[in-house]
């Protein structure tokens, strides 16, 4: 385990046993960021644009922590409790990347998430 280097955002708080972001070689694997009621938070439930800037904000905290930002993402994974919001989540999620840097997705339809949110994001960055 020599070279891991496990790390929490100061903007978030780890709600149980896992890290942010974990950095294994040249790539950081970025646990699911949901939107949050950090005593600054804006993001009203229910509204997608809101969540989704909130937790790609988030998401963005955690690669800060490694020196990275959302240009280093080289893979996303999306889970969403209502695929009929994705058009108004891709709009707010693609204003994150210069549009010849977008990383791979996968985006799914899940039954439920954590504290009621409709959005979670995770991602796999790569050091350059």
């Known amino acids: 385990m020599s070279g891991r280097r496990y790390r929490n955002t100061k903007q978030a708080k780890a709600a149980g046993g896992y890290s942010h972001g974990v950095l294994d070689g040249d790539y950081v694997f970025l646990a699911g960021q949901v939107p949050s009621d950090r005593a600054d938070d804006k993001t009203t439930l229910g509204d997608i644009e809101a969540e989704t800037r909130d937790a790609m904000d988030l998401l963005g905290a955690a690669l800060a922590e490694f020196g990275l930002t959302h240009a280093d993402l080289v893979r996303t994974n999306v889970y969403m409790t209502d695929?009929?919001?994705?058009?108004?989540?891709?709009?707010?999620?693609?204003?994150?990347?210069?549009?010849?840097?977008?990383?791979?997705?996968?985006?799914?339809?899940?039954?439920?998430?954590?504290?009621?949110?409709?959005?979670?994001?995770?991602?796999?960055?790569?050091?350059?």
């Open 83 to 128: 695929l009929d919001d994705f058009h108004r989540m891709n709009a707010v999620y693609r204003t994150y990347f210069a549009e010849d840097r977008m990383p791979a997705r996968t985006t799914v339809e899940v039954s439920r998430l954590v504290d009621g949110s409709h959005i979670e994001i995770d991602g796999i960055a790569k050091k350059r």
